[in-house]
């Protein structure tokens, strides 16, 4: 496992909380997220319209919260609170949104939650017995994929990781593991069902794989370094044509700036990726942080600079400097924007996941 892993689970829930924006409450309990009155009227009474959902690990292990613009307007629509410790989150092809959250400060497994697109209370929650970071919806089965960072169940050791795969989003999971000792972040599946996740060994930050119908991870030999960043780690989307997955430019040791971001297209063939286009993701202050999300021909991220998360818009896969930025003026000031999907109206057709 890599060190900075090692590090992390030796520091326990207090590390995550600064580094990967979890184990945050609200009002000190883990309630059932509920909308916050007059904010989530605008997000209730226009359910036709897309949403962009940016959930947000709170400060200090307080006042976490997801919140919901309108897409691609970038207009406040609403509010969701009682999460602990929001990380990643997803959305299927009927627009609902799935919002990984630590269950509780003293167990370390995962809760997530299922919204209706434009709901302000969950339809549905799930759970498994790692710590989620991110998610994934299989467009071939509906199945729900979580990537864990570490799982306290693992038979190979706590301190790795694993995946818990829903069967149709519904239900118990069933578990995945590496058989050699890894930690998971991000994941995404292809158009025919394979599910990528980027990972950290003791070889570093790399690309694994549970391939559709298969029952164990393997690893995936990429020809190009990955780097994380502070509270950066990287994506893996399908773009519509590729498997992407994303890397910081600079030091992944400094403690304040990423660097701009590549975002690398693959050619998967066997155990083998390759590089085949990248998009270079630039900012005004390179503080990249949290996950990113591909929709068509823009992909959104999470940048910091002046004290305030700013909510990013590139062309994809042009990428160069922003072309919209949201300002969420958060408080506290220092709260941490993690995790986001883009939930299209049922209406629309699309694949996002």
């Known amino acids: 496992m890599k060190a900075s892993a090692i590090v992390l689970r030796a520091l326990g829930t207090c590390a995550l909380a600064v580094l990967a924006a979890c184990n945050s409450t609200m009002n000190g309990t883990n309630t059932l997220p509920q909308g916050v009155g007059a904010q989530n009227k605008a997000h209730k009474a226009s359910p036709d319209g897309d949403l962009l959902y940016v959930d947000d690990g709170g400060f200090n292990g307080f006042d976490s919260y997801a919140v919901v613009y309108t897409y691609p307007q970038g207009k406040h629509a609403g509010k969701l609170t009682g999460f602990f410790g929001p990380q990643g989150e997803c959305s299927d092809s009927n627009g609902d949104v799935f919002i990984v959250t630590i269950t509780s400060l003293s167990e370390h497994s995962t809760t997530v939650y299922e919204y209706a697109h434009g709901g302000s209370t969950p339809i549905a929650t799930l759970s498994e017995p790692g710590e989620g970071y991110g998610c994934s919806i299989d467009p071939t089965t509906g199945n729900l ?36 000792g890894e930690n998971f972040y991000y994941c995404g599946y292809d158009d025919t069902g394979n599910l990528y996740l980027s990972d950290s060994t003791a070889d570093g930050l790399g690309l694994a794989r549970l391939p559709s119908g298969g029952n164990s991870i393997e690893s995936v030999n990429l020809d190009v370094a990955l780097h994380h960043g502070y509270v950066f780690y990287p994506s893996v989307q399908w773009d519509g044509k590729e498997i992407t997955v994303s890397s910081t430019l600079k030091d992944e040791m400094n403690p304040r700036y990423s660097g701009p971001i590549n975002v690398y297209q693959l050619s998967i063939s066997g155990s083998s990726a390759t590089v085949v286009g990248t998009t270079t993701l630039k900012a005004t202050q390179e503080r990249h942080r949290g996950q990113s999300w591909i929709q068509g021909g823009t992909i959104i991220g999470i940048n910091y600079y002046k004290g305030r998360p700013q909510v990013t818009f590139w062309k994809y896969p042009e990428g160069g400097m922003p072309t919209k930025e949201i300002t969420h003026a958060q408080k506290p000031a220092a709260s941490n924007f993690l995790g986001l999907t883009i939930s299209l109206a049922p209406s629309r057709s699309g694949i996002h996941r």
């Open 145 to 180: 994929a979580v990537a864990n960072l570490y799982d306290e169940t693992n038979p190979y050791g706590p301190d790795y990781g694993d995946v818990a795969v829903f069967p149709g989003a519904q239900g118990s999971s069933t578990m995945y593991y590496p058989s050699t």
